[in-house]
């Protein structure tokens, strides 16, 4: 069972303003990563289901961040079917993420009330996602579309939450124009996880990016 309900993980979106984004096979690797981030003052994390086995490596995950990390929400992100999307919240995800609009998603995500946010790159897109109850859309790829079209968006809907994932990078400059654009929170992957000179993560490295940008973030909503 989730931990968290929709309204308490959006509210928790909205305050931090920023979802980093990781997935690893290596339980242990995993486990260092997500406390590095929650060490930087990051209270949510996707969990990007794209290897095999991926539900579980997140099953052990989620025990851990329960038990070792209170306050952190662990979610799923990559999931593309409704019965992937059941298997990844009987194990305790507390809200899906999918690249794509998935009606199937949204009426089991809905069922549970479990906030699940779709990947949409159109405003028909982003309208029949509301239509459907999600609160947080996602922009993907985020790259492709840029502040300017989250700019496009919010003057005809200036209730819609956006979340871009995808050419987000933890600097001033890159946070500075998604959020004047109104964006609600960003999603943080690969930018954020901080590798040395031998490929290897660096932990350290990894905290302090993530408590930087969640300071950049927290001076842009003032």
Not at 29 to 42: F, P
Not at 121 to 135: D, K, Q, S, V, Y
């Amino acid at each position: 069972m989730a931990q968290f309900t929709r309204l308490e993980l959006v509210q928790i979106m909205k305050d931090t303003g920023m979802v980093p984004l990781f997935y690893n096979k290596d339980i242990e690797i995993s486990k260092k990563v997500i406390t590095a981030c929650y060490k930087g003052g990051a209270r949510l994390l996707e969990f990007t289901a794209r290897g095999d086995f991926a539900h579980e490596v997140f099953g052990k995950l989620i025990k851990y961040a329960t038990k070792e990390l209170p306050g952190m929400a662990l979610g799923v992100g990559s999931v593309t079917d409704a019965t992937s999307a059941s298997g990844f919240m009987s194990l305790g995800a507390n809200f899906i993420v999918t690249p794509v609009l998935r009606e199937d998603i949204a009426i089991i995500c809905n069922r549970r009330k479990i906030l699940w946010s779709a990947g949409c790159g159109t405003l028909t897109e982003i309208a029949r996602a509301e239509e459907l109850g999600c609160e947080i859309i996602k922009l993907f790829p985020g790259s492709v579309y840029g502040p300017k079209f989250v700019k496009a968006i919010k003057g005809p809907q200036p209730w819609t939450n956006i979340m871009p994932t995808g050419g987000v990078s933890p600097t001033k400059e890159n946070l500075e124009a998604w959020f004047k654009a109104g964006v609600t929170c960003v999603g943080m992957g690969s930018n954020l996880m901080a590798k040395n000179t031998s490929g290897k993560f660096n932990y350290k490295e990894i905290e302090s990016l993530t408590r930087d940008a969640l300071k950049i973030i927290k001076d842009l909503k003032k």
